[in-house]
């Protein structure tokens, strides 16, 4: 291979990658497109969450409420 088409090459190659890390550095900085939270769906959440420990432990483990009759 010629030393200029090397040469070219090489430019082009060059030139790709600085365009590929400018479009990677633009994406960094724009803002997330994650929907805001609101409080339902906060609240939604941790009822979720307060569902699920109360489904991990089994209810052996749970202590009973006292019946006050």
């Not at 805001?36 to 489904?55: E, F, I, Q, S």
């Amino acid at each position: 291979m010629h030393a200029d088409i090397h040469l070219e090459l090489h430019r082009l190659r060059a030139a790709d990658l600085r365009a590929a890390a400018d479009l990677r550095a633009t994406a960094a900085h724009s803002p997330p497109r994650l929907p805001p939270r609101t409080p339902l769906r906060a609240h939604v959440g941790w009822a979720l969450v307060a569902l699920g420990l109360r489904l991990a432990v089994p209810a052996t483990a749970r202590p009973r409420p006292a019946l006050t009759a």
